[in-house]
C-alpha cells in the first residue's frame, strides 16, 4: 500500500533550483530539484561516499557531487560522471493543487 506524503509548495522550489527535506517514512532525506518547471526527487545522499547531494550543484539536469564531483541525472538518478557507479533511488511525484507530494511505498 502506498501514501502521499506532503513535501512543499512547487514554489518553494523555483525553477533551476533544488532543495533538501527529511520525511517521516523515507530512510534517507530527499532532494526535491525544478529542472526547467518539472519536478524530480531523488535520495539527497551520494551511492559513492556518503555526502549531501544538495550541498553540490545543479545544473542541465544533473547533480553534482560536492565530495567527489560525481554527478546524477535528476530525472533517472543513473550515474553521469565517475567515480559514482550506483544509481540515486528516485521518488514519485505527485503534483496537486501547487503541493509536491512523494508516493511512500509500505
Same mark, same amino acid.
Given at each position: 500500500?502506498? &501514501?502521499?506524503?506532503?513535501? %512543499?509548495?512547487?514554489?518553494?522550489?523555483?525553477? #533551476?533550483?533544488?532543495?533538501?527535506?527529511?520525511?517521516?517514512?523515507?530512510?534517507?532525506?530527499? &532532494?526535491?530539484?525544478?529542472?526547467?518547471?518539472?519536478?524530480? &526527487? !531523488?535520495?539527497?545522499? %551520494? !551511492?559513492? /561516499?556518503? &555526502? =549531501? $547531494? !544538495?550541498?553540490?550543484?545543479?545544473?542541465?539536469?544533473?547533480?553534482? %557531487?560536492? $565530495?567527489?564531483? #560525481?554527478? /546524477? +541525472?535528476?530525472? !533517472? #538518478? @543513473?550515474? =553521469?560522471?565517475?567515480? %559514482?557507479?550506483?544509481? $540515486?533511488?528516485?521518488? @514519485?511525484?505527485?503534483?496537486? +493543487?501547487?503541493?509536491?507530494? $512523494?508516493?511512500?511505498?509500505?
Amino acid at each position: 500500500m502506498s &501514501a502521499l506524503v506532503k513535501v %512543499c509548495k512547487v514554489s518553494d522550489v523555483p525553477p #533551476g533550483e533544488m532543495k533538501p527535506f527529511t520525511l517521516e517514512g523515507f530512510e534517507e532525506p530527499v &532532494a526535491i530539484f525544478n529542472l526547467d518547471g518539472e519536478i524530480y &526527487a !531523488t535520495s539527497n545522499v %551520494c !551511492t559513492h /561516499f556518503i &555526502a =549531501t $547531494l !544538495t550541498d553540490g550543484y545543479f545544473e542541465n539536469g544533473r547533480i553534482e %557531487c560536492p $565530495l567527489h564531483g #560525481g554527478s /546524477f +541525472d535528476v530525472k !533517472t #538518478g @543513473q550515474p =553521469t560522471s565517475p567515480p %559514482c557507479e550506483k544509481a $540515486l533511488p528516485v521518488h @514519485q511525484v505527485v503534483l496537486q +493543487d501547487g503541493d509536491i507530494y $512523494l508516493k511512500r511505498e509500505g
